[in-house]
């Protein structure tokens, strides 16, 4: 099957550069040390387009995002996949995700980028390809071509989160892969005031856990929005910040559940918040369940997200329409 490759040079970028250029002209795409670097190319001529994915996916049976092949990860498979229809290597595509989910959570809009050394005349059919290998809990929403400078991970302004919480005595079947249940009956108003502490710049210490090969991060972050919204049986935590540290998200949802029981106060989270240490959460509330945790949206400036000139349309996927009838109506 073709996917419309075009044959380089193409007009996409200017430059004929991924992504913005050193003095030798080399392209710098990652940050050194991190799990999601991205080496630079090592040949000067090297051309390359880069482009936008948004994908969807249902994280029960995947070991999160980053990249490993057992147990299976969302990264991995995309991969596989991305690699039938380019035919380029793993480390040619150099494929990067805006947020590195965790075991059992799930995303409507992850981000991720990759890179090909040719163009593409069409995104359709390549989006097409891709979701009909993928497997039916990982889709791609959308396929667009990206300016060199935009990057998955690092162009982001703010992500946003929401944990369901399904708060009735017996639990929806239907809810059971994408809420926690709680059976005790939750205060939110107690929650509202809890979430509302959270809002702002804050040293999150407290909240994050330690991974073993983690390195080390700015523990402040910017929480611009918390909501505890009610949808009848149904909680949802919506939270947007400027980034989130690991498991950050699940232990504040954590300690509002114990707050929604009035089990503690709200005041006792700008407390553990100013203690900047892990063990005093601990005293009051484990790790929420990562089921429950939904990647709503990544968002970014308007200039990282502008189309380059010349590039082909955005995919958003396409209708399939029947033609003519082949059974009569009787």
């Known amino acids: 099957m073709s996917y419309g490759v075009v ?21 710098v795409v990652g940050l050194e040390g991190t799990n999601n670097t991205v080496k630079p190319p090592t040949d000067d001529s090297f051309p390359g387009f880069k482009w936008r994915l948004v994908i969807a996916y249902d994280g029960t049976r995947y070991a999160g995002w980053q990249f490993q092949t057992s147990p ?53 059919s390549i989006h097409a390809a891709l979701n009909g290998l993928l497997p039916p809990d990982i889709r791609v929403r959308e396929t667009s071509a990206a300016v060199p400078e935009f990057h998955a991970r690092f162009s982001a302004k703010s992500k946003i989160y929401h944990y369901k919480i399904y708060n009735d005595a017996v639990m929806d079947p239907f809810q059971r892969h994408y809420a926690y249940h709680s059976v005790y009956k939750l205060n939110t108003t107690l929650m509202r005031q809890a979430a509302e502490y959270f809002v702002g710049k804050h040293d999150f210490s407290a909240f994050v856990n330690v991974q073993r090969n983690d390195r080390l991060l700015n523990p402040v972050k910017s929480i611009f929005r918390f909501d505890v919204i009610e949808m009848g049986a149904l909680l949802q935590l919506e939270v947007e910040g400027s980034g989130f540290l690991y498991r950050q998200v699940r232990n504040m949802v954590a300690l509002l559940l114990q707050i929604g029981k009035e089990a503690i106060p709200p005041d006792i989270v700008p407390k553990i918040l100013a203690t900047q240490d892990r063990k005093e959460l601990a005293k009051y509330a484990l790790s929420a369940p990562p089921h429950g945790l939904c990647l709503v949206e990544v968002k970014y400036n308007e200039e990282h997200l502008r189309l380059p000139a010349g590039c082909p349309l955005s995919s958003f996927g396409r209708h399939h329409s029947v033609r003519k009838c082949k059974f009569p109506f009787y």
């Open 72 to 124: 299976p990860t969302i990264q991995c498979i995309v991969e596989k996949a991305l690699i039938q229809v380019t035919k380029l290597e793993r480390e040619d595509l150099r494929l990067v995700g805006a947020s590195r989910t965790d075991t059992g959570v799930h995303a409507w809009g992850q981000v991720a980028h990759f890179i090909t050394p040719f163009s593409y005349d069409g995104l359709e």
């Open 7 to 27: 044959g380089l040079p193409s007009p996409l970028y200017s430059n004929g550069l991924l992504p913005s250029t050193n003095k030798q002209g080399v392209g």
